[in-house]
Structure formats: structure tokens, C-alpha cells
């Protein structure tokens, strides 16, 4: 078993709403992370959390708020976003922290549209 | 600042020509995977490759890491329309745990 699943697949929200985005895994991964990908782009790493701490914050802005609440699972709260936060959002796990020689399998991902 | 450039950015060919994507840094890698993507999907893993010089093969597809592992490249042979995609490559390096995406090649394959 390979998969990563994302929740929602597709996501509209307003600018004032608060939402979460989820993400499982069952690999027993220990390394989770978050991903934006806008169209025509390559996916721009956010947040990185290795055995349950976040251990990269790629200079995101507060109204993204990650959590980690347990190995299997990787949350996104979303509060006031902007339009331009509009994008796939995509998780994606590896076996550990430290990428060097191990590999990342993305989830589907949810395509956020903020309104 | 962007790690690895890909090349071409776009390519559009006829089924059954051939096309190299190439994966170039200036930085070395421990090591360099390949994805492919489609339109509202998440990435796929093709391969990994770790070795300095490393050659796998996936059916049509061959990938190579150069030996000084700051590049690498994606050969397919005989392409197909299900070849149509995002093609990214993938940066790791040891102690750290980001992976570093290429500026991506977009494939387009005619029948």
C-alpha cells in the first residue's frame, strides 16, 4: 500500500471562512509534508513535520496553520485566505526525515479555490 | 532560487519519436527522483536514483544520474500518448528533509 488520501478533493471557500484540509497515510511513514502547486508550476514546499515536529516552515504565511496530530495524519487549517491562495494543495509522505535516500509518494491532492 | 532547471520547458512530439528531459543543478544531490504528473493529480514516483553514474530502466524509460550527481536525465523511447504529462525531477540530500522540485518539462504526445 502506497497511498496517500487527501480530503477533500475539491474545496470553495470564502475569505472570511475557516476549513481544514486532511491528509492519511498508513505506511508508516515518519516524514509528512505539505505542498502549493499553482497552474503550470512546480509544487513549492510549505511545511515539513518529521516524527511529528515540525521540523520546515518555508516562511508561510499564519493563515496556513499545520498540525500533526499523530503519525498517519497531516491537517491544514485554513483561515482568511486570500484569492490568490487558490491552488492544488498536495501532501505528500517518506519513510523518514531526510529525503537524501529515501522517497516522497503524494497524495492526490485538493484543489482549494478561495472566493 | 530555483536548484534544478529542466529542459526543454515544453515538448511536443509525434508517437513513437524519442526525447531526452534533462535535470541540471549546481548543487550535488544525494540523490534524484523522477515524476510525472497529470492535470489535477498528484505526482507519481518513477524512479530513484542514488548512485554517481546510476542507469535504471523502466520499460521505454531510461534514467541516468550524472556522476558528480548534480544532474540527471529521462530518456523515452518510442513515445506514446500515455507518455502525456508533467514530467518533474526531485532533489534529496542527506540531514535535510526537503525535497527540492525541478522547474518541470511539459510532454505532449500526438497520435
Known amino acids: 500500500d502506497t497511498e496517500v488520501t487527501q480530503t477533500p478533493k475539491h474545496l470553495v471557500m470564502g475569505m472570511t471562512n475557516k476549513k481544514s484540509l486532511k491528509c492519511e497515510q498508513h505506511?508508516?511513514?515518519?516524514?509528512m509534508y505539505w505542498y502549493k502547486q499553482k497552474a503550470k508550476k512546480p509544487p513549492e514546499l510549505m511545511f515539513v513535520?518529521?516524527?511529528?515536529?515540525?521540523?520546515i516552515n518555508e516562511s508561510v504565511p499564519s493563515r496556513f496553520s499545520p498540525e500533526c496530530p499523530n503519525s498517519s495524519l497531516l491537517n491544514l487549517h485554513l483561515h482568511a485566505l486570500q484569492p490568490e491562495d487558490s491552488a492544488l494543495y498536495l501532501c505528500?509522505?517518506?519513510?523518514?526525515?531526510?529525503?537524501?535516500?529515501?522517497?516522497?509518494?503524494f497524495g492526490q491532492g485538493t484543489r482549494l479555490t478561495v472566493v | 532560487t530555483q536548484l534544478l532547471e529542466q529542459s526543454p520547458q515544453f515538448l511536443s512530439i509525434q508517437e513513437g519519436e524519442n526525447l531526452t528531459v534533462y535535470c541540471n543543478s549546481s548543487?550535488?544531490?544525494?540523490?534524484l527522483q523522477w515524476y510525472r504528473q497529470e492535470p489535477g493529480e498528484g505526482p507519481v514516483l518513477l524512479v530513484t536514483?542514488?548512485?554517481?553514474?546510476e542507469v535504471k530502466k523502466l520499460k521505454r524509460l531510461t534514467f541516468q544520474f550524472g556522476d558528480a550527481r548534480k544532474d540527471s536525465s529521462l530518456h523515452i523511447t518510442a513515445a506514446q500518448p500515455g507518455d502525456t504529462g508533467l514530467y518533474l525531477c526531485?532533489?534529496?540530500?542527506?540531514?535535510?528533509?526537503?525535497?527540492?522540485f525541478g522547474t518541470g518539462t511539459r510532454l505532449q504526445v500526438f497520435p
Open positions: 505528500a509522505s517518506s519513510l523518514t526525515g531526510g529525503v537524501g535516500d529515501t522517497e516522497a509518494f
Open positions: 536514483v542514488v548512485t554517481g553514474g
Open positions: 526531485a532533489g534529496g540530500r542527506y540531514n535535510t528533509d526537503k525535497l527540492i
Open positions: 505506511m508508516g511513514h515518519r516524514a
Open positions: 513535520y518529521s516524527y511529528e515536529k515540525l521540523s
Open positions: 548543487s550535488v544531490f544525494s540523490s
